[in-house]
């Protein structure tokens, strides 16, 4: 692959001297995306799965062959992708449907200080409602979750695993797989999160054999507003509906109602048909260029950054050994809100703050930090324009006397 | 970076070395209000006491960046004194200011006006807006 090629797909990168390192966040979009939103937008935008039309016979079949490709995309069934608002959504899915409804004060839910807010929360709420325990897995000395303390949490009440599959922090690739077969023995289901691992590793959730996977369209080139739920058949088909209304029932009587066979009995409403229509030519791009070639990209970035960083004086790394493109970093004695304003001045985007996973900023033991995340669109010039950045914002704020 | 550079060196950085009116105090006579910001960490706590329509004392604790605390700081040396109307007509100025919205300029902001600058970097006027609206929270509390 070559970024100087794939750059000129996105139109934000117009600007050449735009240096966007928050991918983590969200990613740009590339043109072929944005043509297919306007796509639907201008030749069938009607609703899926109802009209007895044409027009919405083409939007329906392009929504669901979308589905499709996610569905090929990560090795799964076709019933088992259902269509979310995002990550969020489909996780917080899983803990109201199959949480809420399986677990009582006897069980045990195993999270970690490495996960995003919307990994932890909704089973902090399962655990406040129906009193389950909610255990964490010990990180090791560089904020990882290992085996070996995967093991001192799990044991037979453990009924959900819920955790990353690539930290949105510190970049770490959880041993998943290993994770998932443990639990697996033990009597527990896994929900994993994979918002950052779908954007830039290769998922295959038959071989890892997890129950549930999570991701997002727009940190992987797809459009804000859609995101993925991949779960089980088996478990899926058991699971209640958490919202109901519209084209998600079968038959519906005064007093009861029967639902459609899953994916749609958790779709209810007009979905976002053009969103996922949007994802599916994400999902072509990536495979166009080769998600192997992108995280070996990533990793070489990332890599070259850190060995830059590290000579200059006053920056801490807080993930210096991370297995993704993902660099956690603060300049000593300058707060992270303060440092991005010149990061910004210089027409470079970052993150500053708690990225939405405060238990590992704790963890860290720093108000905040900054956060550098690179992606296929990324170049060494990046790299070495954020590096001189470093070192004056690094002079600067020395200047004027922090 | 001229932009910054002013910004910083002027009041800012004085008083985030060295902020005035720092620390709880422990006193039912105070109105505490605390704000936080979960997106970027800035956490603030102001409390005030009035007496006969007079801001007796300001006091504020918490962390954050430089321009959040600086501003939690210089907000309680401009109003610890003036009558609780002419304060409040400060910080309303003040936070207009920085919005950007119309601001009646006959209003002296004192050292606060520094903060105008924080207009061009839209980013952070909530970093500087913060110990305001805290001390806006504790009148409200205490009428």
């Known amino acids: 692959m070559d970024p100087y090629i794939l750059k000129k797909d996105f139109p934000v990168l ?73 990550a969020s959504s489909a996780l917080n899915l899983v803990a109201t449907s199959y949480g809420l409804n399986n677990l009582t004060s006897v069980d045990e839910i195993i999270v970690s200080e490495l996960e995003h807010h919307s990994q932890v929360l909704p089973w902090q709420n399962v655990s406040n409602i129906t009193k389950a325990k909610l255990v964490y897995v010990p990180l090791d000395i560089e904020g990882r979750i290992t085996i ?72 992987m080139l797809g459009p804000t507003g859609i995101g993925v739920l991949y779960g089980k058949r088996k478990l899926l088909d058991e699971m209640p509906p958490i919202e109901f209304g519209g084209d998600m029932n079968d038959n519906v009587n005064l007093y009861d109602a029967s639902w459609k066979e899953v994916p749609y009995k958790f779709e209810t409403g007009t979905p976002i048909i053009a969103g996922a229509i949007g994802l599916g030519a994400a999902i072509d791009y990536l495979k166009e260029v080769g998600l192997d070639n992108i995280a070996k990209h990533e990793l070489e970035l990332k890599d070259y950054t850190v060995k830059k960083l590290e000579e200059i004086e006053d920056i801490v790394i807080y993930n210096k050994n991370a297995d993704t ?38 963890w860290l033991k720093v108000v905040a930090t900054l956060r550098v995340s690179f992606y296929l669109y990324n170049t060494i010039e990046d790299c070495d324009k954020f590096v001189e950045s470093v070192k004056g914002a690094r002079d600067f704020f020395k200047s004027v006397g922090f | 970076m001229k932009d910054l550079e002013l910004l910083y060196r002027q009041v800012i950085m004085d008083h985030y070395k060295n902020p005035r009116n720092k620390g709880l105090i422990n006193d039912p006579g105070y109105k505490t209000i605390h704000i936080k910001n979960p997106t970027c960490g800035d956490d603030i706590t102001v409390q005030s006491k009035i007496e006969n329509g007079v801001v007796k004392d300001i006091r504020h604790d ?18 610890i004194g003036k009558n609780k109307e002419d304060a409040k007509k400060i910080s309303e100025t003040y936070i207009n200011m920085l919005t950007n919205k119309e601001y009646d300029e006959s209003v002296d902001l004192e050292e606060a006006i520094v903060y105008k600058g924080v207009r061009k970097f839209p980013a952070r006027i909530k970093c500087a807006s913060i110990a305001w609206k805290a001390f806006e929270g504790t009148i409200e509390e205490s009428e």
């Open chain 1, 148 to 219: 070996e303390n995967f093991k001192k949490v799990l044991n037979k009440n453990t009924k959900i695993v819920a955790l990353n599959y690539i930290s949105n922090v510190m970049g770490y690739i959880s041993p998943i797989k290993e994770i998932i077969r443990l639990s697996h023995e033990a009597g527990a289901l896994v929900s994993v999160d994979a918002a950052q691992a779908a954007p830039h590793i290769a998922i295959d959730v038959k071989d890892i054999d997890c129950d549930f996977l999570a991701f997002s369209g727009h940190k």
């Open chain 1, 325 to 362: 493109g993902i660099i956690a970093f603060n300049i000593e004695g300058v707060h992270p809100h303060d440092a991005v304003t010149f990061f910004d001045g210089d027409n470079i985007c970052m993150r500053a703050g708690h990225h939405c996973a405060q238990l590992i900023i704790k």
């Open chain 2, 62 to 79: 918490g962390t954050g960046c430089s321009i959040c605390c600086s501003s939690a700081s210089v907000m309680s040396e401009t109003l």
């Open chain 1, 14 to 86: 117009n600007d050449e001297t735009l240096v966007y390192l928050d991918t983590a966040a969200s990613s740009l979009k590339p043109i072929q995306v944005i043509k297919k939103l306007d796509e639907y937008y201008e030749k069938y935008s009607v609703n899926v799965h109802r009209g007895v039309y044409n027009l919405s016979y083409i939007a329906t079949e392009l929504y669901e062959d979308s589905r499709r490709k996610v569905s090929e995309f990560i090795n799964a069934d076709f019933s088992e992708i259902i269509f979310t608002r995002g």
